[in-house]
């Protein structure tokens, strides 16, 4: 099986099986290279060797923005997951009664930022996702004349559930509300095209499947949605001309770079460009569906092997990450000794999450299909 991301370009795979990429994904070399480059320059020019990434800033936005169907104005550079959900969280003007929707399953970045807004009065409904995903029949279900919101993850964390945000948003926007999405988990492995699904806003960091470094992440605001946030944390970089120091009366630059406030991370940014420059000449659509691949393929050797597979696997709601785990052997363990074996997982007490990329191979995925058993085998028969 060919890759769509050439594994010369990632030394990892010269030690591991690297299946992890829903916890932190790595840096390609041509985005090592680059980086290299600009830290250079920083050390031998100070602001010399810096301002060139300066003025490069409206090139990265647009990399970013060509990567989810959207132009460069429609994004900000922010630092992480948790700071586009927060940008949104508390720049909407709320009304009394208000209400957001959210899963009670969501990673923390994705809770507590709507969470906070509690104690300004807007209701905040949990939804049970015990009792069900949400799905397009959920929503219908559960929106209500209050609705002004749902948050929601594109891709699960935990289990890799996949959400239909175009159905989603199609009844979001017919209810009068917003769809606001955290694409951690899906953005860098599927394509996607926000304008054509309707999301209103998405939030991401970098350093996951985008392949780029921690501390860094993209924020789009959508068209319509742009005029009326209110800039909850502006900066010096929000304004319409940042270098007229002095004239504090001018207005908020008329794009999401408003949003940046202060000195974003030109690193960070020339990472998250870098690898996404990778990405697209890759095609997203082949790293999906080589994602799949990999992923059914792990399913079905598990299924081999006894394990439970927690994640659903229906069409369309699949996607890189799977979560499984072995009755009898403590998750934990068994990770460990996986990775003793060179493959490289996310355990927890609740199961064993695999998450391959587009330069993983079938290899790599049979690798930790033949050493499970024997690692089962041996906790099982000595759990302490």
């Known amino acids: 099986m060919s890759t769509p ?14 299946l992890n990429h829903a916890a932190v994904g790595v840096l390609p070399q041509t985005t ?25 800033m409206a090139e990265f936005r647009a990399r970013i923005g060509s990567l989810i169907g959207a132009r460069g104005r429609d994004v900000a550079v922010v630092p992480n997951t948790n700071a586009g959900a927060t940008v949104l969280a508390q720049g909407v003007a709320w009304r009394q009664d208000d209400e957001v929707l959210l899963c009670d399953n969501e990673f923390p970045a994705n809770a507590v930022p709507w969470l906070a807004l509690r104690a300004r009065g807007v209701r905040v409904r949990e939804l049970d996702t015990s009792q069900g995903r949400l799905t397009p029949d959920r929503l219908r279900r559960e929106i209500g004349k209050q609705t002004r919101a749902i948050a929601l993850s594109w891709v699960s964390y935990a289990d890799g559930y996949r959400h239909d945000l175009g159905a989603l948003a199609e009844i979001a926007h017919a209810a009068g509300a917003w769809l606001f999405v955290d694409a951690i988990q899906g953005l860098g492995a599927f394509p996607i095209d926000v304008r054509a699904l309707g999301v209103d806003a998405l939030f991401a960091g970098g350093a996951k499947w985008l392949l780029a470094l921690q501390g860094v992440g993209l924020l789009y605001v959508g068209e319509e949605l742009l005029d009326r946030l209110n800039v909850a944390l502006p900066g010096w970089r929000s304004v319409a001309d940042m270098w007229d120091f002095h004239n504090h009366a001018q207005p908020y630059v008329d794009d999401a770079s408003r949003f940046e406030a202060g000195t974003p991370s030109f690193l960070g940014a020339l990472s998250m460009a870098s690898s996404i420059e990778l990405l697209e000449r890759a095609d997203p659509d082949r790293i999906g569906s080589h994602v799949l691949e990999l992923t059914d393929r792990l399913v079905e050797g598990l299924s081999r092997c006894g394990a439970e597979i927690v ?30 074996h060179g493959v490289v997982t996310t355990w927890r007490a609740n199961g064993i999450r695999v998450a391959p990329h587009g330069y993983n191979t079938a290899a790599e995925i049979d690798r930790l299909l033949e050493a499970l058993p024997e690692c089962a085998a041996a906790l099982a028969s000595n759990p302490s």
Do not use: D, K, M, N
């Open 5 to 18: 991301l050439p594994r010369s370009q990632f030394a990892v795979t010269q030690r591991y099986a690297y």
């Open 311 to 340: 994640s659903l696997r229906a069409p369309g709601c699949a996607s890189g990450i799977v979560l499984f785990r072995v009755p009898g052997v403590a998750s934990v363990a068994l990770g460990r000794a996986l990775q003793a």
């Open 32 to 56: 090592l290279e680059r980086l290299e480059q600009h830290l250079r320059a920083h050390a031998t020019g100070g602001v010399l060797g810096t301002f060139p990434y300066e003025q490069r």
